[in-house]
């Protein structure tokens, strides 16, 4: 019997497990029966977390049981979830919610409140590495700008691929040679200095409704090699969320919605 909560940030959803809750077990594994749409809950990943005085702990695993440094929309679930047990217990005067990641410790500040919906600017740190790349990959040479926001991201600028291109150039990007951990892919299209929308290929998951960390990369992308601003719209298939990016780091800005609490009954 594990217990659970289910959130998702413009259809990126996970899935949040106490962690003490799987101590006994084998994590990879129950991340990919939890995640799997038709046997499971269904997810594109799952968030073991412990409460802490300030907000929480986390480590995130795919939906295929690998693990991930980070994400930018799992993240901001996790602080709803936390900022929620605050409203219950007295504690809805509070802002900042501190969740210590992988990727190092990320401050999010609450800035709306709306039924079961949660907006915060989430404070991503400075992106690293930034470099362009071209890459030989499924019969053709594209430019990309890899970096990391966290974890690993190659964007691709251009005009967004249609539907065969994406499926086929997606994953051979993910497991591309160049990348021995693998990596999170974005096809990035800037529209306007201040608007870029974008197609997300999740390491370890397939295509995702959106991507926070993804976000992140495709705006800075876009500022460095595309012409684009530092504060910019990024519009994915789910939604759109703010990226700022300043001399202090990124800052990635949007909504988080909790949508249940449950117990799962299957065994592995």
């Known amino acids: 019997m ?10 990126n959803d996970f899935l949040y497990v106490p962690a003490a809750a799987l101590s006994g ?30 907000g929480a702990t986390m480590k995130l695993l795919n939906a295929d049981g690998s693990p991930s440094e980070l994400s930018g929309n799992g993240l901001r679930g996790l602080a709803a979830i936390v900022a929620r047990e605050w ?8 802002r900042d919610v501190i969740v210590e990641t992988t990727a190092g410790v990320k ?11 949660y907006l915060f600017a989430a404070e991503m740190g400075p992106p690293t590495g930034i470099v362009e790349r071209r890459l030989e990959v499924s019969g053709e040479t594209v430019t990309a700008t890899v970096l990391a926001v966290g974890n690993p991201q190659c964007v691709v600028l251009g005009p967004l691929p ?25 096809f990035a299209e800037v529209e306007a200095p201040g608007r870029v929308r974008i197609r997300i ?17 495709a705006a800075v992308a876009a500022a460095a090699h595309g012409g684009g601003l ?3 719209e990024v519009i994915a298939p789910g939604g759109t969320q703010r990226v700022v990016w300043t001399a202090e780091g990124l800052t990635l800005i949007g909504w988080a919605e909790i949508l249940a609490d449950g117990t799962f009954c299957a065994q592995l």
């Open 107 to 117: 401050r999010l500040v609450l800035e709306d409140v709306s039924g079961t919906s």
């Open 25 to 54: 077990g084998d994590p990879a594994a129950w991340a990919r029966i939890l995640c799997d749409r038709h046997r499971g809950i269904g997810a594109d990943g799952v968030i073991l977390y412990t409460p802490t005085a300030t």
């Open 87 to 94: 409203r219950r217990t007295g504690r809805e005067d509070e």
């Open 162 to 186: 249609d539907d065969d291109r994406f499926t086929r150039l997606g994953p051979a990007l993910e497991r591309h040679p160049a990348f021995p951990n693998r990596t999170n892919v974005e």
């Open 2 to 11: 594990i217990a659970f909560t289910k959130a998702h940030a413009y259809g």
């Open 230 to 232: 530092r504060d910019v």
């Open 201 to 217: 290929w999740e390491r370890g998951v397939g295509p995702t409704e959106s991507s926070g960390t993804g976000s992140c990369a």
